[in-house]
């Protein structure tokens, strides 16, 4: 069994050793299906988007590519950023910063959710929920996908939709939340597509 993790042992040197050694185990190496096809559809190339948790960016290298001129990308984990400063070196649509999702500041169209909620300690998931709430611009949306399994040890942490209902009820509208129909098929029948307003 792994070792239970504190909130204290999540901290930027825990998530510089997890990619430095390629140890993020719920990384796809590219972007998450059912994310890629939510983006397909959005139509408005400036809206201002964050990812938070970011990892190594499949889904805003994606964004990019379709367009999208707006894109900021928070993570913990100080060399990851740098990593990520050379991949997108000289490229305006993009801003990197490392930080504390916790103590950003700003006002986002658009979060996409990609295993940052299951890399947080479940303790902290009602203040995920409040952060998510204070970063989203009048009617802005936090969409994206949760596992809907649980998990020895962690991280990943997991959970279930009637979990997760019963902690976004009341504090962000529920346009959606079912379990996806086009996830990756390492991820098959244990992903939730969450789509979630500000209202």
Not at 20 to 27: I, K, R
Not at 143 to 167: A, D, M
């Amino acid at each position: 069994m792994k070792e239970k993790q504190t909130i204290e042992s999540l901290d930027q040197e825990f998530w510089n050793s997890k990619y430095e050694n390629n140890l993020a185990g719920w990384d796809l190496g590219e972007v998450s299906p059912p994310i890629k096809e939510y983006i397909d559809q959005l139509q408005i190339k400036k809206l201002k988007i964050l990812i938070p948790g970011a990892g190594n960016a499949y889904e805003a290298k994606y964004l990019i590519d379709k367009g999208f001129s707006n894109v900021t990308v928070i993570d913990i984990a100080p060399r990851l950023i740098d990593k990520l400063k050379q991949d997108f070196k000289g490229n305006n649509a993009i801003q990197l910063i490392h930080g504390d999702f916790f103590e950003h500041n700003g006002k986002y169209d658009l979060i996409l959710e990609q295993t940052f909620f299951c890399a947080i300690h479940p303790s902290l998931r009602l203040d995920y929920i409040q952060k998510m709430k204070s970063l989203l611009s009048k009617d802005g949306k936090l969409c994206g996908v949760l596992f809907n399994r649980e998990f020895i040890g962690g991280p990943p942490f997991g959970g279930s939709k009637e979990e997760y209902l019963n902690l976004i009820e009341g504090r962000l509208k529920v346009n959606t939340m079912e379990v996806c129909y086009n996830s990756h098929p390492a991820r098959k029948n244990t992903e939730l597509w969450i789509n979630l307003q500000k209202h």
